[in-house]
């Protein structure tokens, strides 16, 4: 039976050749917009992969395909990668709409299965492609690229060894201005980043959500606050915004025992912990409530610098190689798009409280 394996701590060196066991694994890639050219640039650069093909509807992405990769085969139809038998996986680096579909014809194919976030438009899609890549005996790896940068994964680690203490609070800012999606809200957009990392760090799930939003320029929600409700009192908040005069991604854990605070923009002291806590000596009485506040050092851990895409395609290539179930698989995905689900059920109530 399949077991979940953490990921690798090191990066594949660019080197084109079969390993030693024969066990390359050659990749389609459907999808070349904005994503896309990261994804095809770290496969092509992974010694036991091999590019068997890019696809894309874009005459002009098709063109920047064959500039930056002349050795890779380039198409417009998504059918000679999916019916491929010389194809083992597929990545689809495409918009959410399409998700479903081409995740399913690569399944019904035997191909493994790389999808971009959020996993599927709603959790009855995620669950059947979950069923079918069981059925078939196929991974599915969904693009939660974050728990593989350095900074979640010691984020992680200090969690793992109860350096926070109890978790009482996540509130993470996800701004800027723009990048307007035209089939999605900002909800759909930005939020599956911090929502995958609260599901991979928080080890229990959200038992409810709350969620407001204002659309103000194309009929999707641009600005949203997300608050989601987990057992034993910890409580969740997330700020996504497409109007944002500046661009923020900032993340605040607090624990019972320190504190911590996560810049993603900054590429010096990306992460801070914090020895600053509050204990209660004494609560007899509103009155006599005895408050004692620590203000300790801070010390900034030192991260990987390793570009998470890489690390994160390398191990999805030996979750496949191995037969391991990644940590974010299929599940995963599902769980984040029943958190975006019940999301948009809230906005859609004016902020009503809806139960996972």
């Known amino acids: 039976m399949a077991t979940y394996v953490t990921p690798p701590d090191t990066t594949i060196v660019p080197q084109r050749q079969r390993n030693g066991r024969g066990e390359t694994i050659r990749f389609g890639v459907i999808g070349y917009g904005y994503w896309g050219p990261n994804v095809v640039r770290n496969l092509d650069q992974i010694q036991t992969v091999d590019l068997a093909g890019v696809c894309d509807m874009s005459a002009l992405a098709r063109e920047r395909v064959q500039k930056a990769h002349p050795h890779v085969e380039v198409m417009s139809d998504p059918g000679q990668l999916l019916t491929?038998?010389?194809?083992?996986?597929?990545?689809?680096?495409?918009?959410?709409?399409?998700?479903?579909?081409?995740?399913?014809?690569?399944?019904?194919?035997?191909?493994?299965?790389?999808?971009?976030?959020?996993?599927?438009?709603?959790?009855?899609?995620?669950?059947?492609?979950?069923?079918?890549?069981?059925?078939?005996?196929?991974?599915?790896?969904?693009?939660?690229?974050?728990?593989?940068?350095?900074?979640?994964r010691k984020i992680r680690q200090l969690l793992d060894e109860n350096i926070l203490g109890n978790l009482y609070y996540y509130d993470s800012t996800r701004v800027n201005l723009g990048l307007f999606q035209h089939d999605v809200n900002v909800i759909w957009d930005l939020a599956p980043h911090d929502l995958s990392i609260m599901d991979h760090l928080i080890q229990v799930r959200p038992e409810a959500i709350v969620a407001t939003g204002q659309s103000h320029l194309n009929g999707h929600e641009d600005v949203a606050f997300i608050t989601l409700y987990f057992p034993d009192k910890v409580i969740a908040?997330?700020?996504?915004?497409?109007?944002?005069?500046?661009?923020?991604?900032?993340?605040?854990?607090?624990?019972?025992?320190?504190?911590?605070?996560?810049?993603?923009?900054?590429?010096?002291?990306?992460?801070?912990?914090?020895?600053?806590?509050?204990?209660?000596?004494?609560?007899e009485g509103v009155y006599n409530l005895l408050v004692n506040y620590r203000s300790g050092d801070m010390w900034a851990p030192k991260l990987e610098r390793a570009e998470a895409l890489t690390r994160e395609l390398t191990y999805f290539v030996e979750c496949i190689t191995k037969d391991e179930i990644p940590i974010n698989d299929g599940k995963a995905g599902l769980r984040v798009v029943k958190m975006l689900e019940a999301s948009t059920k809230s906005i859609r109530q004016k902020g009503a409280l809806v139960y996972l």
Request: aromatic letters at 8%; proline letters at 3%.
């Open 237 to 283: 908040h997330v700020n996504v915004n497409w109007l944002s005069p500046v661009k923020m991604r900032t993340t605040l854990i607090g624990g019972e025992k320190k504190m911590l605070v996560w810049n993603d923009l900054t590429t010096d002291e990306q992460l801070r912990v914090y020895d600053k806590g509050v204990s209660i000596t004494s609560r």
């Open 84 to 152: 491929s038998p010389e194809v083992d996986a597929i990545a689809v680096v495409t918009p959410v709409w399409t998700h479903f579909e081409l995740a399913k014809a690569a399944l019904e194919n035997g191909k493994h299965v790389f999808v971009e976030k959020p996993f599927a438009s709603n959790s009855a899609q995620a669950q059947e492609l979950i069923e079918l890549a069981e059925k078939k005996n196929l991974k599915i790896m969904v693009d939660h690229t974050f728990l593989f940068t350095g900074a979640v």
